[in-house]
Nanobody, 124 residues
Framework: QVQLVESGAGLVQAGGSLRLSCAAS????????MGWFRQTPGKEREFVAA??????VYADSVKGRFTISRDNAKNTVYLQMNTLQPEDTAVYYC???WGSGVGPETKPAQYDLWGQGTQVTVSS
């Protein structure tokens, strides 16, 4: 069974940076796309970034500040977050969508497997 394990949580001041990692472990049988989402209490899970092959897509709120990348040899996806703002405070989740070829997906319902979430807190 495949599991996703996130790391890189932390508390940072506004303007600072963090890098989140998400490693997929277990028996992975085929291609897959990966994405990052975030959620704050009382709100729906929000799309942040996704990667399919070499194609990436970002939410407007993070474009130019966040970068998603993946290391296929390690089955790991990264989210480099720069110029963090208090409004970036949330629990961040990585997700896997089995298969590929349709491009990065932005809706949570299109993903098949989720990590446990990791807290990012940005102080003002």
């Amino acid at each position: 069974q495949v599991q996703l394990v996130e790391s890189g949580a932390g508390l940072v001041q506004a303007g600072g940076s963090l890098r989140l990692s998400c490693a997929a472990s277990g028996r992975i049988l085929g291609p897959y796309d990966m994405g990052w989402f975030r959620q704050t209490p009382g709100k729906e899970r929000e799309f942040v970034a996704a990667i399919s092959g070499v194609t990436t897509v970002y939410a407007d709120s993070v474009k130019g500040r966040f970068t998603i990348s993946r290391d296929n040899a390690k089955n790991t996806v990264y989210l480099q977050m720069n110029t963090l703002q208090p409004e970036d405070t949330a629990v961040y989740y990585c997700a896997v969508r089995w298969g590929s070829g349709v491009g990065p997906e932005t809706k949570p319902a299109q993903y098949d497997l989720w990590g446990q979430g990791t807290q990012v807190t940005v102080s003002s």
